[in-house]
């Protein structure tokens, strides 16, 4: 099992930079990638970004790229999602998973969750 904790998260002003933090815990060798996943209510789940463990090569949805960077600390078992320029329509809860398979952007491919954190972005 993997266990993910996510952190970060608060609210700022449209224009605004924040950085959430997720910390992974447990089989982490077991970790293939790690992505970005969020959900504003009354909406599914959409994928932000995503990371391969090992080479660091990243994906982003073309709504955040530009804007948000996606990196890893393999040391700390960590995953950080740096945000800047943020929208009111950046507001959502923001999850990390982790897939011991395949990167991809559909959620179902991801078996582990953190708990989410949330972002509010006032305009």
């Given at each position: 099992q993997v266990q993910l904790v996510e952190s970060g998260g608060g609210l700022v002003q449209a224009g605004g930079s924040l950085r959430l933090s997720c910390a992974a815990s447990g089989r982490t060798f077991s970790i293939y990638g790690m992505g970005w996943f969020r959900q504003a209510p009354g909406?599914?789940?959409?994928?932000v970004a995503a990371i391969y463990w090992n080479s660091g090569s990243t994906y982003y949805a073309d709504s955040?790229?530009?804007?948000f960077t996606i990196s890893r600390d393999n040391a700390?078992?960590?995953?950080?999602?740096?945000m800047n320029s943020l929208k009111p329509e950046d507001t959502a809860v923001y999850f990390?998973?982790?897939t011991p398979s395949s990167l991809t952007t559909r959620p179902t491919n991801y078996n582990y969750w953190g708990q989410g954190t949330q972002v509010t972005v006032s305009s």
């Open positions: 909406k599914e789940r959409e994928f955040v790229k530009g804007r700390k078992s960590t995953v950080y999602l740096q990390c998973a982790a």
